[in-house]
């Protein structure tokens, strides 16, 4: 994960096969080959500063690997048309990533998270069919 976290796109280039596959399950988004994956994993840079990526549980087997994760960073910049400021407020959140190896290189990799806590900590509120607000108490 210390790809992830640097953003350093010559580890992400050295870790993964040009022909790899990027699965993004929580915005439900496919990134195939190396520029659209190295893209995938430094957008986080282009919003957050202070990025962090505690990793727990790996759990191994002879052809991959599951990485259970606890992300942070501080929400310093806009993420696109979403969410145009930056509210400097942290955020955490944990997640899976599944990756699945050839020949000591990832072949192909998906995270799997729960986006809306994320988005509940940046100060997004969330209406539910019905007329329903999903907010977080204090307004942070």
Not at 61 to 71: C, K, L, P
Not at 79 to 87: A, D, H, L, M
Not at 91 to 96: F, L, P
């Given at each position: 994960m210390a790809a992830w976290e640097s953003g350093d796109q010559a580890l992400i280039e050295d870790l993964f096969w040009p022909q790899a596959t990027y699965d993004d399950f929580a915005s439900q988004q496919t990134y195939e080959g190396i520029e659209e994956i190295v893209g995938y994993v430094t957008a986080v840079h282009a919003w957050a500063d202070d990025v962090y990526w505690n990793v727990g549980a790996v759990h191994?087997?002879?052809?991959?690997?599951?990485?259970?994760?606890?992300?942070?960073a501080i929400q310093a910049r806009p993420?696109?048309?979403?969410?145009?400021?930056?509210?400097g407020r942290e955020?955490?959140?944990?997640?899976?990533?599944?990756?699945?190896l050839d020949g000591g290189r990832i072949i192909r990799a998906a995270d799997y998270m729960d986006t809306a806590p994320l988005l509940l900590q940046m100060g997004a509120r969330i209406e539910m069919p019905g007329g329903g607000v999903v907010e977080l108490p204090?307004?942070?």
């Open positions: 191994v087997t002879e052809h991959g690997a599951v990485a259970e994760w606890v992300f942070s993420i696109g048309s979403q969410i145009p400021v930056g509210s955020v955490v959140t944990n997640g899976v990533t599944l990756i699945e204090d307004g942070r």
